[in-house]
């Protein structure tokens, strides 16, 4: 640094105004070119979250729509299998442990263990409102578990 003052002392006063102009004009070039491209980072950054803020704004607008539609599906046609259907609408209620199976005279016969006794209610009503199905018939035992039921449901096509 002591090499450098020493340099600068031996330029005439013309050049060391030079000097310190050109100096002066480095620095605000360097920071210049630091911080446009972090202006324009900054100002793409903007733009992407009015964007998205957008989306999402019109998104929540759609969710009653698409409330109203899911509720309004029409029944099942043929090409899904009972079983397929019956297993579709146990996740949807949230009943985990249920099995399937299709019977020789084409129904399909629904086994539930340890299923909740409002969860399973839920999910007879969906298979008749929502999909279209019958109730051929039901045999509901109770469980040691309080609200719990172990069930066999035997499902038609309509």
Do not use: C, Y
């Not at 409102?129 to 045999?139: F, K, M, N, V, Y």
Request: charged fraction near 20%.
């Amino acid at each position: 640094m002591e090499a450098l003052q020493k340099w600068f002392a031996r330029l005439s006063e013309s050049e060391r105004r030079i000097v310190s102009i050109g100096g002066a004009a480095a620095v605000v070039i360097l920071v210049l070119a630091g911080l446009l491209p972090f202006e324009h980072s900054v100002s793409a950054a903007r733009q992407r979250v009015a964007t998205k803020q957008a989306d999402l704004l019109w998104l929540q607008g759609l969710g009653p729509q698409l409330s109203m539609l899911n509720r309004m599906a029409p029944p099942v046609s043929g090409t899904e299998s009972l079983p397929t259907v019956a297993d579709r609408e146990a996740r949807r209620n949230g009943i985990s442990h249920s099995t399937s199976t299709l019977t020789q005279n084409g129904a399909a016969s629904v086994h539930f263990e340890q299923a909740a006794f409002d969860a399973l209610a839920t999910w007879a009503n969906d298979v008749v409102q929502r999909d279209g199905l019958h109730i051929e018939s039901a045999t509901i035992e109770s469980t040691s578990t309080p609200g719990t039921v172990n069930a066999t449901i035997v499902l038609r096509r309509g």
